[in-house]
C-alpha cells in the first residue's frame, strides 16, 4: 500500500500510466503483431522530443515567463548548417557535429543576451531571436537537400541489441540531466531561481550565470537533436522543427514539471514523450480521419493534466 | 490634474512612439501610402490581429496564457465562411457555444488549478481538429454583411483604422472602466486579495475567458471579412503575434497590468511592420528575421524610455 501510495505522489507516475495505457490499446487492436515495431518506432520518435524536452524543461524550471520558443528554428538552423557543412562525408562528422553545438551555444548566448541586456521577456525574446534564426536557415539551405553521411545516416535509423540508437543518445543526455538536477549545485539553483529569484538572489545563488547556462544548455540540445533529427531523416528541411515547439513544452508539462516553475523532473519528459507519440498512433491504428485525430489528441492531452494536475493549487 | 504623466501614459507613450516612428519611416520610403488607400492596404490585416490581440490581453490579465488563440481565430473563419453563411442560425450557435467552451475552459483552470499553458494546448489541438473537419481543403465563402462591413469606405479615415480606434475604446471601456475589468485584472494582481474581499475568482475568471472567447470569435469573422474564403491553418501565427502585440503594447505577462490601447497599438505596429519590410525590398530570405530585428528594437526603445521615466523619477 505505501508503495502504491508513493507512485501515486511521483510526479511522474501519471505520463508513464498513460503512455502504457496508450500503448497497451493500440497492441490490442493489432493483436499484439506489431509489440516490437510499435515500441521501437515510439523510443525512436520520442528520443527527439526527450532531447529538447529537456533543454525546455531546465527553461522552465527557471519560473514563470521562462520559456525557449527558439527551439524549432534552432533545430532547423543546426541540422541545415551541419549537413552543408559534411557534405554527404563520413570524415567530416565530428567537425559537423561541433559546428551544431556551436550554433547552439551562440543562439543560447544571443536569447540570454537579449532577456538581460534589453530586458525583454524571454518569450519575446526568443521569438524574434527564432525570427532571426529561422532566416539565416533559409538563407544557408536555399532550398538544396544534402544527405546525411553515410556512417550517421545508418546510425541514427538502426537499432543495437534491438533498441534504437538515437533512443540511447537520449538516454545519455536524460541520465547528464537527472544528475545535473538532483546532484550537482547547478540544479540546486535553477530550482531556486524557478522558486522564487529575489530569496535565490538573498541567498547568495548566482542568478544570471545560472540563467545563462540554461538557456544555452536549451539550445544546445535543441541543436544536438536537429543534427540527430536531419541525419535521421535523410536530409534537413526547413519545417522540420515546427512540430517541437508545442511539443517541447507539452512533455515537460504533461511529464510533471510545475508550470509555475522551481520543481522539474527527468522520467517524465520520457512517459510524456512516449506518450505524445502512441496516441498519434494509436489513433492512426483505429483508422481515424485528420480531424478526429488532433480533436482526440487534445481531449486525451487535457485528461491527462486533468488527472495528473491540481497538485499545486493556486499555481498558474 | 497633474502635469506629469502617469505611469499608465508612460506605458502607453511607448508604444504609440513607436508605431508613430514605423509609420514615418514607411511614409519616408513610399509617399504614396500617405493616402486614404494607402492606409487602408498598409492597416487592413491589422483589423483581426488587434481582435485576436485584446482577446490574448483578457487572458493573460488572470496570469494565464492561450496558446490556442490562433488555432481559434482559424476554426472561428472555418465557421464563418460556411456555416455562418449557409445556415446563419447554425452558425451564431456554433459560435455562442465555442464561447461558452471558452467560459467553461476558466472555470476548470480554476477549479482544478490547471495550467492553462497545457490546457489551451490540448485545446488548441481540438480547435485545429474540428476546422480540418468543417474545411479539409481551404474554401467557404464569406457571407455578404460581413464581406461589406469590413470592405466599406466610411469618410475621413479608412475602414481599418475606424475599426482599430473603436475596438481600442470598447476594449478600454470593459477592462479599465467597467467594474468586471477591474475584478479581473485584481486577480492578475493579487488573486487572495479578491477572494477576501469577497468576490467570486470564479465567476471573473469565466468572464475574463468568456470574453477573450467573443474577442476571438469577432477576429475570426473579421479575418473572413478580409481574405473572402478560409482554411483550417489561416490564422495560425496569431498565437504567437497575439501575444507579442500584448507586450509590444506595454503589458506584462503577470500582475494583470494591461493595457488595450496599447495592445491595439501593438498590433497595428506589428501589422505595419511587415508592411515596412516589403518596401524596403528586404532580401525575402531576411523578411521573419527582419520582423525579428523590428520586435527587438522596439522593446529596446522601450527599455531606454523606461530608464528615462526612472530617472526622472528618482530626481
Known amino acids: 500500500m505505501r508503495i502504491v501510495d508513493r507512485l501515486s505522489r511521483a510526479p511522474w507516475i501519471w505520463s508513464w500510466l498513460a503512455a502504457f495505457l496508450v500503448w497497451f490499446a493500440t497492441i490490442m487492436v493489432t493483436g499484439g503483431a506489431s509489440t516490437l515495431g510499435l515500441s521501437q518506432a515510439a523510443l525512436t520518435f520520442a528520443a527527439f522530443s526527450i532531447i529538447v524536452g529537456i533543454g525546455q524543461m531546465f527553461v522552465i524550471t527557471l519560473g514563470p515567463g521562462n520559456i525557449d520558443l527558439s527551439i524549432p528554428a534552432t533545430m532547423t538552423l543546426a541540422g541545415t548548417v551541419a549537413l552543408k557543412l559534411m557534405n554527404v562525408d563520413n570524415a567530416m562528422i565530428l567537425p559537423g557535429l561541433a559546428t551544431a553545438i556551436l550554433i547552439g551555444i551562440g543562439i543560447g548566448l544571443s536569447n540570454y543576451a537579449l532577456i538581460k541586456a534589453l530586458r525583454i521577456p524571454p518569450i519575446i525574446a526568443?521569438?524574434?531571436?527564432?525570427?532571426?534564426?529561422?532566416?539565416?536557415?533559409?538563407?544557408?539551405n536555399r532550398g538544396l537537400r544534402i544527405k546525411p553521411p553515410n556512417f550517421l545516416a545508418d546510425f541514427t535509423t538502426s537499432t543495437t541489441l534491438g533498441v534504437p540508437n538515437v533512443s540511447l543518445v537520449a538516454l545519455v543526455i536524460s541520465v547528464a540531466a537527472w544528475f545535473l538536477l538532483e546532484k550537482t549545485v547547478y540544479g540546486r539553483w535553477i530550482s531556486a531561481i524557478g522558486q522564487s529569484m529575489?530569496?535565490?538572489r538573498m541567498a547568495g545563488v548566482p542568478v544570471d550565470g545560472t540563467r545563462f547556462v540554461t538557456y544555452?544548455?536549451?539550445?544546445?540540445?535543441?541543436?544536438?537533436?536537429?543534427?540527430?533529427?536531419?541525419?535521421?531523416?535523410?536530409?534537413?528541411?526547413?519545417?522540420?522543427?515546427?512540430?517541437?515547439?508545442?511539443?517541447?513544452?507539452a512533455v515537460v508539462v504533461l511529464g510533471g514539471t510545475a508550470v509555475a516553475g522551481g520543481d522539474s523532473n527527468v522520467p517524465g519528459i520520457w512517459g510524456a514523450s512516449l506518450f505524445m507519440f502512441l496516441v498519434v498512433s494509436m489513433l492512426n491504428t483505429y483508422g481515424l480521419g485528420a480531424g478526429i485525430r488532433l480533436i482526440m489528441t487534445g481531449l486525451i492531452i487535457i485528461s491527462v493534466i486533468m488527472l495528473a494536475g491540481g497538485r499545486q493549487p493556486g499555481a498558474r | 490634474m497633474r502635469l506629469t504623466p502617469s505611469t499608465d501614459a508612460i506605458r502607453l507613450a511607448i508604444p504609440a512612439l513607436s508605431l508613430t516612428v514605423l509609420l514615418a519611416a514607411v511614409f519616408w520610403l513610399q509617399p504614396r501610402a500617405m493616402s486614404y488607400i494607402g492606409l487602408n492596404l498598409l492597416f487592413n490585416l491589422a483589423v483581426p490581429i488587434a481582435l485576436a490581440t485584446i482577446a490574448q490581453m483578457l487572458i493573460m490579465s488572470v496570469n494565464d496564457l492561450d496558446l490556442a488563440m490562433g488555432t481559434f481565430v482559424s476554426f472561428v473563419a472555418c465557421?464563418?465562411?460556411?456555416?455562418?453563411?449557409?445556415?446563419?442560425?447554425?452558425?451564431?450557435?456554433i459560435l455562442a457555444g465555442s464561447v461558452a467552451v471558452y467560459a467553461m475552459l476558466g472555470v476548470v483552470i480554476h477549479l482544478r488549478g490547471l495550467p492553462s499553458i497545457v490546457v489551451s494546448l490540448g485545446m488548441s489541438f481540438v480547435?485545429?481538429?474540428?476546422?480540418?473537419?468543417?474545411?479539409?481543403?481551404?474554401?467557404?465563402?464569406?457571407?455578404?454583411?460581413?464581406?461589406?462591413?469590413?470592405?466599406?469606405?466610411?469618410?475621413?479615415a479608412p475602414m481599418a483604422i475606424v475599426a482599430s480606434i473603436l475596438i481600442a475604446i470598447v476594449a478600454h471601456l470593459i477592462v479599465m472602466r467597467s467594474?468586471?475589468?477591474?475584478?479581473?485584472?485584481?486577480?492578475?494582481?493579487?488573486?487572495?486579495?479578491?477572494?477576501?474581499?469577497?468576490?467570486?475568482?470564479?465567476?471573473?475568471?469565466?468572464?475574463?475567458?468568456?470574453?477573450?472567447?467573443?474577442?476571438?470569435?469577432?477576429?475570426?469573422?473579421?479575418?473572413?471579412?478580409?481574405?473572402?474564403?478560409?482554411?483550417?491553418?489561416?490564422?495560425?501565427?496569431?498565437?504567437?503575434?497575439?501575444?507579442?502585440?500584448?507586450?509590444?503594447?506595454?503589458?506584462?505577462?503577470?500582475?494583470?497590468?494591461?493595457?488595450?490601447?496599447g495592445a491595439v497599438i501593438?498590433?497595428?505596429?506589428?501589422?505595419?511592420?511587415g508592411s515596412f519590410l516589403s518596401f524596403l525590398r528586404i532580401w525575402p530570405d531576411w523578411q521573419i528575421g527582419a520582423q525579428g530585428a523590428i520586435l527587438i528594437i522596439v522593446?529596446?526603445?522601450?527599455?531606454?524610455?523606461?530608464?528615462?521615466?526612472?530617472?526622472?523619477k528618482r530626481r
Open chain 2, 179 to 261: 467594474s468586471l475589468g477591474v475584478l479581473i485584472r485584481g486577480i492578475g494582481g493579487n488573486q487572495r486579495s479578491v477572494e477576501r474581499a469577497g468576490w467570486s475568482v470564479l465567476a471573473a475568471r469565466a468572464a475574463a475567458y468568456g470574453l477573450a472567447g467573443v474577442f476571438a470569435v469577432l477576429a475570426g469573422i473579421a479575418l473572413v471579412g478580409l481574405t473572402t474564403s478560409a482554411d483550417a491553418n489561416i490564422a495560425l501565427r496569431y498565437t504567437l503575434l497575439s501575444i507579442a502585440g500584448v507586450i509590444l503594447g506595454g503589458g506584462e505577462f503577470i500582475g494583470g497590468r494591461v493595457s488595450p490601447i
Open chain 2, 266 to 273: 501593438g498590433a497595428l505596429t506589428l501589422t505595419l511592420a
Open chain 2, 79 to 93: 465557421v464563418t465562411a460556411t456555416f455562418l453563411r449557409d445556415d446563419p442560425l447554425v452558425g451564431v450557435l
Open chain 1, 198 to 200: 529575489p530569496a535565490a
Open chain 2, 127 to 156: 480547435w485545429a481538429g474540428l476546422a480540418v473537419l468543417l474545411l479539409p481543403a481551404p474554401g467557404g465563402q464569406a457571407p455578404e454583411w460581413i464581406r461589406s462591413l469590413m470592405t466599406m469606405k466610411p469618410p475621413l
Open chain 2, 299 to 312: 522593446l529596446a526603445l522601450r527599455l531606454l524610455l523606461n530608464r528615462l521615466e526612472y530617472r526622472e
Open chain 1, 216 to 249: 544555452v544548455l536549451s539550445a544546445v540540445l535543441a541543436s544536438l537533436a536537429g543534427y540527430l533529427l536531419a541525419c535521421f531523416s535523410g536530409g534537413a528541411a526547413l519545417n522540420m522543427g515546427t512540430e517541437y515547439l508545442l511539443m517541447s513544452i
Open chain 1, 126 to 140: 526568443t521569438l524574434s531571436m527564432s525570427f532571426i534564426i529561422q532566416s539565416a536557415a533559409i538563407w544557408t
